[in-house]
Structures are given as structure tokens and as C-alpha cells.
């Protein structure tokens, strides 16, 4: 199993906290781990429109956002990452 | 070529940013300055907090000034985004290019500015006269 530390910013903050840890198999693809985010916020914060926020959201790790179909090999710290708007 | 990028708790430093970009080789220096307004589609603001991956959002003002640079030639950049709340009237961000001639710093920093929004790791919410809060719809990542 690996585990991913995954970072909530902007309107996931809504949720009440800075992250969440999951635990997936090796070799999972980032679509993934999005999906068992938005079933344990969905779990966890009902109050969240979890599935919603996630539909425009990517993953991201320090360097770089994250394709859907890109396959994670180890445990990582990563960031679900809403529709931005800075300036 | 020297570039300067930062994440600020602090209030932005426009007289460091000028030094930032200084070069004796350039004449022109263009600057962007962001700044919090009073109201946002038709509500009133009354200051705004701004949330920032700060890894990501570095490595994004990297890359984009590397776009610039290739597009634009020898530019001298400098990026400072705010992280926290901000009142209005508050600096939330500040862009500065120099080069050697003005049309390339000021087609460099409105290029900046408009990648910054589409593409760096940041959110608003806003803080409403009433109390209220709100996180400002933004571009998806999924688009770029």
C-alpha cells in the first residue's frame, strides 16, 4: 500500500482541515486518488460538496500538476489543487 | 539572467522590487500592481484573503519568466505574490521587467500577469461588508 498526505487549498479549506491521508495500492493512477478524496471528503464532511469541487480540480505535487492517467509508484505529499485565481 | 520570486506575509516592497530589476543595460522597466478593490460583481468587498502553494506557485513564476525570456529576449524579472488578508486598497501583487527597450517590458509583464491568473496555485476569498465569506470562482488547472 502507499500513502498520500494530500494538501486542501482554497475552497477545500472549507472542510476544516490542512489535510487528509490516504491509503491506496501501488501503482494507483492519480484518477484514482482523486476518487477515494472525493468519497473520504464526502464521507467525512457531508456538508462539502466534495464531487462538485473535485470535477475542477487537479492534483499537483511541488514541480507540477499531475495528469489523470499517470501512475504513482511511491508515497507521496501531494495538494488537490481547486480552479485558481490569483493577481 | 537574475530573476526574483516570492511569496510575502509582508507588505510588498515596490522600492525593492525596482531595485530588483535594475541593470545597466536596460532603459525600460515596466511594473504591474495589484491591488484589493471595494466590490466584486455588484457585492461589496471589504478586504480578502489569499491562499498560495508556495512551492508551486515559485515554480510557476520560473517557468513563465522562462516563456518571457524566450519570447521577449533579456528581461531582468521580479514576482511578488501576498499570502494572508489584505484590506482594501492592500498590494497583492507586484510584477516588475526591465529590459533594454520599453515595448518588450511591457509586453513581458502583461504576459506575466495574465499567466499568473490562469496558472499559479492561488485563491481569494473574499470578505463581504455583510459578514459573509466567499472563495472567488477561478480558471481550472484542467485547462492548461
Given at each position: 500500500m502507499l500513502t498520500f498526505q494530500i494538501a486542501l487549498y482554497g475552497v477545500f479549506r472549507n472542510c476544516g482541515v490542512s489535510s487528509v491521508t490516504l491509503h491506496l495500492p501501488a501503482a494507483s493512477r492519480v484518477a484514482q486518488i482523486k476518487s477515494q478524496l472525493g468519497e473520504q471528503l464526502a464521507h467525512d464532511?457531508?456538508?462539502?460538496?466534495a464531487a462538485g469541487w473535485l470535477a475542477a480540480a487537479v492534483l499537483a505535487n511541488e514541480t507540477r500538476v499531475l495528469r489523470d492517467d499517470e501512475v504513482l509508484a511511491e508515497s507521496m505529499h501531494l495538494a488537490i489543487l481547486p480552479p485558481v485565481c490569483g493577481g | 539572467m537574475t530573476h526574483t520570486f516570492e511569496i510575502s506575509t509582508m507588505a510588498i516592497d515596490i522600492q525593492a522590487a525596482l531595485q530588483a530589476v535594475?541593470?545597466?543595460?536596460?532603459?525600460a522597466v515596466d511594473m504591474f500592481i495589484g491591488t484589493v478593490r471595494n466590490h466584486n460583481l455588484g457585492r461589496a468587498v471589504d478586504g480578502i484573503d489569499y491562499d498560495v502553494f508556495d512551492a508551486l506557485a515559485l515554480n510557476t513564476f520560473a517557468d513563465i519568466s522562462q516563456q518571457a525570456c524566450a519570447q521577449w529576449g533579456a528581461l531582468r524579472i521580479f514576482i511578488s505574490h501576498f499570502k494572508g488578508y489584505l484590506p482594501i486598497?492592500?498590494?497583492s501583487i507586484v510584477i516588475a521587467v526591465s529590459s533594454p527597450h520599453r515595448d518588450e517590458a511591457f509586453q513581458a509583464c502583461r504576459f506575466l500577469i495574465e499567466a499568473i491568473k490562469r496558472n499559479a496555485p492561488v485563491w481569494k476569498q473574499e470578505h463581504y461588508v455583510n459578514g459573509e465569506r466567499e472563495w472567488v470562482k477561478g480558471h481550472s488547472l484542467n485547462d492548461c
Open positions: 464532511y457531508p456538508n462539502f460538496d | 535594475n541593470a545597466n543595460a536596460h532603459g486598497g492592500g498590494i
